[in-house]
């Protein structure tokens, strides 16, 4: 397994996203995996910039690990901010017409389209998500 | 991200190349707030637009919004990877897209 630990800033969001990208590349995963994932961890790390520790700045761990048979990708988000589980969030719904579309709720909504596996679990102060892509 | 602006009249074209991420959408979103006034015809060239995320889909929404009050708005040169995720949110349905 393979981590990073960063102040949860978006200053900080290219630096992830690069770590990623190289973890994945490494392992040759298809161009459009990576792109999906690089959306993953951006709605995510965003999400826990803005809100995890707000006012203040704390930090965000990320740690990404494979698996074989079937191959997959794992990756986690921690941070010990204030407790919140994002899939407790309604998805938006994208019928509706532009006057009643609402801006919020589309990251995490991202997220659960892009990954095949999430869960959430309030953990020792910590928050940790948990994800799974198969590859 | 860069930000290419072609005004012609009324018709505004605007280049985003690069990624619209949480990083850059507030620059666009900034950028939108002026460039729009007196603008009917807005076109968002997307050709270089290799990536975008949900803060980047909020400013489309916030952008369609205000040109379906004062003119159209349409996104062109969509790329495989940006028009699956305008796919996946719905927004395919919300915008013209030529």
Redesign the interface.
């Known amino acids: 397994m393979k981590k990073i630990t960063v102040d949860a800033t978006v200053d900080n969001l290219q630096q992830i996203i690069d770590f990623a990208t190289e973890q994945l590349e490494e392992r040759d995963c298809p161009m459009k995996v990576v792109m999906q994932m690089e959306l993953v961890i951006e709605e995510i790390f965003v999400n826990i910039s803005s809100y995890a520790y707000h006012p203040e700045i704390g930090p965000a761990t990320f740690c990404v690990e494979f698996e074989e048979n079937p191959p997959a990708v794992l990756m986690t988000f921690i941070d010990g901010g204030k407790p919140y589980n994002p899939l407790e969030k309604s998805d938006p719904d994208t019928t509706l017409d532009i006057d009643e579309r609402d801006v919020g709720g589309l990251g995490i909504f991202l997220v659960k389209k892009n990954v095949d596996e999430i869960s959430y679990r309030f953990d020792d102060g910590k928050n940790i998500l948990n994800m799974k892509k198969f590859l | 991200m860069e930000i290419q602006k072609e005004l012609n009249g009324n018709a505004l074209t605007i280049k985003v190349i690069g990624r619209l ?3 850059s959408a507030p620059e666009l979103s900034k950028e939108l707030t002026s460039a729009l006034d007196g603008v009917t015809d807005l076109t968002f060239d997307f050709a270089e637009l290799k ?1 975008i ?3 980047g ?2 400013v489309l ?2 952008a ?2 205000r040109m ?1 009050k004062q003119g159209s708005m349409k996104l062109v040169h969509v790329s495989e ?1 940006v028009m699956e ?1 305008l796919d ?3 927004f395919a ?2 915008m013209t897209i030529a």
Do not use: F
């Open positions: 991420d949480a990083a990536y995320a949900s803060a889909l909020r929404l916030v369609q919004k379906n990877a995720v996946m949110t719905g349905n919300l």
